[in-house]
Nanobody
Framework: EVQLVESGGGMVQPGGSLRLSCAAS????????MSWHRQAPGKEREVVAI????????GYSDSVRGRFTISRDNGKDMLYLEMNNLRPEDTGLYYC?????????WGQGTSVTVSS
């Protein structure tokens, strides 16, 4: 069974940082592109960052480029999202997903709140 479990969310002040983690199991993690997504209150889910199976970064959304960094550790079956210079508009539920164009498995999400 494919499982993706996010962690690391929380509340942070504007300008602060958080590191999200996603633990993967039940599949060959190093064979799949992976991605982070977020859903802000009242908005549709959007792709934040994509990373290829080998660790090459495929892209970031315009809203996070230069502030967020996606990475992975294939030896540990872990996906990460380093978020710096957080803004109130970064508030939302953050999900990791398997895939880069079609997303066939999702985690349950971890909540990020950026507020003073």
């Amino acid at each position: 069974e494919v499982q993706l479990v996010e962690s690391g969310g929380g509340m942070v002040q504007p300008g602060g940082s958080l590191r999200l983690s996603c633990a993967a199991s039940g599949f060959s993690f190093n064979s799949y592109d992976m991605s982070w997504h977020r859903q802000a209150p009242g908005k549709e889910r959007e792709v934040v960052a994509i990373i290829s199976f080998g660790g090459g970064v495929d892209g970031y959304s315009d809203s996070v480029r230069g502030r967020f960094t996606i990475s992975r550790d294939n030896g540990k079956d872990m996906l990460y999202l380093e978020m710096n210079n957080l803004r109130p508009e970064d508030t939302g539920l953050y999900y990791c997903a398997r895939g880069s164009k079609y997303f066939d498995s999702w985690g349950q999400g971890t909540s990020v709140t950026v507020s003073s």
